[in-house]
């Protein structure tokens, strides 16, 4: 393996994505991984706890996923980029952390290989059933970041978007793997260090004595410092003022919480990113993330083949959800063509932000493996024979 002086491998690696994933994390500068071994993410902690000692960082297995994430979040504020890595089971146990990990505006990461479920599922087929929940699994009002990675070179290039993205805005960024892609085998390009772009953490650089935890910048974004550097300060998931201390009152709610929503949505345009092909004539769209996208990319070229316009759509950021871009097209095509490995998740969001305007085609595929062409060319075909605007169609197999 080839290695440049800070440690991260360079070059072209043939790897899985699991490996991709931790080679990005190590390379985003993350220095501490906290995991409870599951099914099919174990690859991630592997390949980071093979390299660990060569870079200078922590590898920590805990009793559950509860503790693991409370320990990412206090590694945070220690001053090391830090990450855990998941399944579904071990998301819906981290879920109360993730509150917390909102509530006191850590940056971290939350890398979820998403399996089928409910319960312990099949651990060894692809999922995309913890799109919601990755949204709205925790109680109270916030918004976060998630992102969607298709191939092992997007598991790479995501990871690092995470980081950069949570450093960015002080926030838990979720990046939703499927066990497909985990264990796919391509080949990933590593620059070198010096060419990858990383968001530095913003740190205070005013008297010991005058800092406030979570008083904001212009842009609603707290400075941070480390823990143990001499600093006074109190953090909690209470309702706090600036010092972190518990103020108990509607008034200090919403001077809390509020900014929690709009350092996010305020920067929407920041953070979301689509990758569209042949939009500009299309009649018909296929909205896809992640794994499905694959099997979208070919419909639609196969489709193109036989005359019809259809383009694509893929959400590289699934949150926060691209609905100013759905509304646009929205009216201008015929219709959208959803494929999802759930039985109906993200098509609800498209179909909310399309407003009538445009039939929405639901391709559920849940737990049988990874969607392929066949079923979407299907919807195409559906979508071609109906010209009536409906509120949606679902053909549940």
Not at 226 to 248: A, C, E, N, S, W
Not at 315 to 333: C, D
Request: net charge negative; aromatic share 8%; proline share 5%.
């Amino acid at each position: 393996m080839k290695a440049d002086p800070s440690g991260v491998l360079t070059g072209t690696h043939n790897i899985s994505g699991n490996y991709a994933c931790a080679e990005g994390a190590l390379a985003a500068g993350c220095r501490f991984l906290g995991v409870y071994p599951i099914a099919p993410a174990l690859e991630v902690s592997e390949r980071f706890l093979q390299r660990a000692k060569k870079v200078g960082a922590t590898f920590i297995q805990m009793e559950d996923e509860i503790s693991t994430l409370a320990a990412v979040i206090g590694a945070s504020w220690t001053g090391k980029k830090s990450m855990t890595v998941t399944s579904g089971p071990g998301l819906s146990l981290m879920m109360e952390h993730i509150g917390l990990g909102i509530m006191l505006e850590t940056p971290c990461v939350i890398v979820d290989v998403q399996r089928v479920g409910p319960g312990l599922g099949l651990p060894s087929q692809p999922s995309q059933g913890d799109m919601m929940q990755a949204r709205w699994g925790s109680h109270g009002d916030y918004e976060l970041i998630a992102l969607a990675p298709s191939s092992s070179q997007e598991m790479f290039d995501f990871t690092i978007k995470a980081f950069n993205f949570s450093e960015r805005f002080r926030i838990p960024v979720a990046v939703m793997s499927d066990e497909y892609v985990a264990h796919l085998q391509e080949e990933v390009v590593i620059p070198r260090a010096k060419d990858i772009t990383l968001e530095p953490r913003r740190y205070f650089d005013g008297p010991i004595g005058s800092y406030l935890p979570f008083k904001r910048d212009e842009d609603l974004i707290p400075r941070m410092v480390d823990i143990g550097q001499g600093y006074k300060f109190h953090v909690t998931g209470l309702t706090h003022d600036d010092r972190g201390y518990p103020i108990m009152n509607e008034e200090c709610q919403e001077y809390n919480v509020h900014p929690l929503v709009k350092k996010i949505r305020d920067y929407t345009d920041e953070i979301i990113e689509v990758q569209e092909v042949n939009i500009e004539d299309a009649d018909i769209i296929i909205i896809s993330y992640g794994v499905s996208s694959k099997a979208a990319l070919k419909a639609m070229e196969q489709a193109r083949g036989l005359g019809l316009k259809v383009g694509s759509l893929k959400l590289v950021t699934v949150w926060p959800f691209p609905e100013k871009r759905v509304a646009e097209l929205a009216g201008k095509v015929n219709a959208f063509v959803v494929p999802e490995m759930n039985f109906g998740q993200v098509v609800l969001e498209v179909e909310r932000c399309s407003y009538g305007k445009s039939n929405v085609f639901f391709i559920p595929h849940g737990g049988k493996g990874v969607e392929d062409t066949e079923d979407i060319l299907k919807a195409i075909n559906q979508a071609v024979q109906d010209d009536r605007i409906i509120d949606r169609i679902v053909e549940l197999r």
